[in-house]
């Protein structure tokens, strides 16, 4: 009788996984009978990538929480500086400053002098000037600015647009007197009576050591500003009106 050869080949050794016992201890027996050694490489292959997964969750989560339960502080007056129209040192100045005088509570309150805004002459069409034109004018629109300080050729181009409260309409009279030389003239697109829409700050005490300015920078109150007294102080500050 011939043997097929190949029912010895397709046999399973009687060594093969499938015929050993399987181990029925617990986790925790295991672990017992294991030196530390050996307990640090069980939980490196089977624990260690799922206890960082399960970390990182946790932690994911936390942040989560903490930033929708901790309150963001208010804005009380914030100040976009276009151009460059003041430079670094002066707005840090400038911002803690105005955070004195207002005497706001640092914990829930914050003072913004914001130089971040580079907008391109006409034609300038980078990334980084339309993503800042776009910045400012949904800031506009949702009434997040309270003041802007820019050169006076982009100043116009605001003012123009309606962006920009009369100042006779904002002014104490103490202020609106000693600053009448001062009022930088506008027309708007709905309105060819020019009025006075900003203050020309080349007299403010920030520009005092500045130099000859080759465009005078321009201040104006925004029109739809939440925090308008507190940007009439600002003008009280900059022209040492008190």
């Known amino acids: 009788m011939i043997k097929d050869s190949r029912l010895n080949e397709s046999a399973l050794d009687d060594t093969a ?11 925790k027996e295991k672990l017992s009978e294991m030196t530390f050694k050996e307990k640090m490489a069980y939980f ?6 799922k206890t960082l997964a ?3 969750i946790l932690a994911f989560i936390i942040y989560g929480v903490y930033s929708i339960l901790t309150p963001k502080p208010e804005t009380v007056l914030y100040t976009a500086v276009i151009n460059y129209a003041l430079n670094d040192e002066s707005a840090a100045t400038l911002q803690e400053d105005m955070s ?7 914990k ?3 003072v913004l002098i914001d130089t971040s805004f580079y907008i391109g002459t006409e034609g300038d069409v980078s990334q980084f000037s339309l993503s800042n034109e776009q910045k400012l004018s949904t800031y506009f629109y949702a009434g997040e600015i309270d003041v802007v300080i820019a050169p006076e050729s982009d100043f116009s ?10 100042i006779s309409d904002q002014l104490p009279t103490d202020l609106y007197s000693s600053l009448t030389d001062a009022f930088y003239f506008s027309d708007q697109e709905d309105d060819p009576t020019k009025n006075a829409y900003g203050i020309y700050l080349d007299g403010a005490k920030i520009y005092n050591n500045a130099g ?6 321009v201040l104006g109150i925004v029109a739809n500003s939440k925090h308008k007294e507190n940007g009439i102080e600002l003008i009280r500050h900059l022209f040492d009106l008190y």
């Open 108 to 110: 829930n309150q914050e």
């Open 17 to 27: 996984d499938i015929y050993k016992p399987r181990d029925q201890r617990s986790e």
């Open 100 to 106: 004195r005088i207002l005497n706001i509570n640092s």
């Open 44 to 49: 490196n292959s089977y624990y260690k990538y």
């Open 157 to 166: 181009r605001y003012a123009y647009y309606g962006n920009f409260s009369k």
């Open 212 to 217: 000859e300015l080759i465009d005078k920078p």
């Open 54 to 56: 399960v970390i990182a």
